[in-house]
């Protein structure tokens, strides 16, 4: 290739660059619900993809405090398929900081319109290390004894797995309602896991103002979290062994296209690391599949 065609690629390049910056950020608007574990029925809108940054930041009894950070990119291939790809990577404090694997999880709506119940069917393929800290779901007999490992031994632990949920929502009187019972299994070993959980949510206020305002109720949703283990097929139920937390969550919607989420969790029993903290901002870039179309026609 001479040095006339290279510079001509790179002029094209940065003209796409460009163009998809200019299309991309006047559609950007915030994402929903505050949940950060518990899955809702609402689905992404088709064409629309939705770009998300969170952190869970803990530290386990006898451990070292840790920083999972976990980046999303979320995508509506239909009205009824939601597909969704995450990227993980963990710094441990007087430790090391490692990227710690990919998951890729698709959502199947089961019915239509909308109903009192709305089932949910969610499969995922997760390729990760033993390092991982994401604390996205808890399941089985999942531990704060699993973050005490060294992360250079960690990583060596291989846990390519599949999970499914079930997910049931419902939407009342403002009220978010959302239950999620998983199952989870490891492709190389181990027996069937179990996990759940719960979340109830609703915006301060239901009527939005017509003016911009930025710390009006509307823009507030708040509620609450439940989640944990369930144990395995051979021991089933939320023993004393399993981990389990309570966590409030709020979402902040901004006029200017953010949505800022935090969520505080306390652990419930003593295999629940004792405190987590998760915060993270998301966006959606509204029509994403139309502007990638225009720019390439």
């Known amino acids: 290739m001479t040095a006339n065609r290279i510079g001509k690629f790179v002029f094209r390049a940065r003209r796409h660059a460009w163009a998809l910056l200019l299309a991309v950020f006047p559609a950007l608007h915030a ?10 029925h609402d689905m992404e809108e088709p064409g629309s993809l939705e ?5 869970v930041v803990g530290r386990p009894d006898g451990g070292h405090r840790f920083v999972n950070a976990l980046t999303e990119f979320e995508y509506g291939l239909k ?16 430790d090391s900081t490692v990227f710690t694997g990919y998951r890729w999880e698709n959502r199947f709506r089961l019915l239509a319109r909308e109903h009192w ?26 531990g704060q004894e699993d973050f005490l490992e060294p992360n250079a031994d960690a990583r060596g632990e291989k846990e390519r797995e599949l999970e499914a949920k079930l997910i049931l929502g419902s939407h009342f009187r403002g ?9 989870e299994k490891n492709l190389a070993h181990a027996p069937f896991e179990f ?21 009006c109720p509307e823009n507030f949703q708040a509620g609450i979290e439940l989640y944990g283990g369930l144990g395995t097929h051979e021991h089933f139920g939320p023993v004393g062994d399993t981990a389990h937390y309570i966590a409030p969550v709020v979402a902040w919607q901004l006029p200017g296209g953010a949505s800022l989420q935090i969520s505080p969790a306390f652990g419930l029993t003593g295999s629940s ?25």
């Open 31 to 40: 994402a929903e619900g505050p949940y950060f574990v518990t899955y809702s």
């Open 51 to 55: 770009i998300s940054a969170s952190q």
């Open 79 to 94: 009205g009824w398929w939601t597909t969704e790809v995450y990227l993980h990577g963990q710094t441990t404090a007087h």
């Open 117 to 142: 119940i709305n089932p949910v069917l969610y499969v995922e393929f997760e390729n990760v290390n033993g390092a991982d800290r994401s604390l996205l779901e808890v399941v089985g007999f999942d």
């Open 175 to 183: 009220w978010n309602i959302s239950e999620n019972f998983i199952a």
């Open 195 to 215: 996990g759940y959980a719960v979340g109830v949510s609703r915006a301060l206020a239901s009527a939005a103002r017509p003016e911009r305002c930025r710390l």
């Open 273 to 297: 690391v004792p405190f987590l903290l998760r915060f993270g901002v998301s966006y959606e870039v509204a029509q994403f599949g139309r502007v990638i179309n225009r720019m390439f026609r």
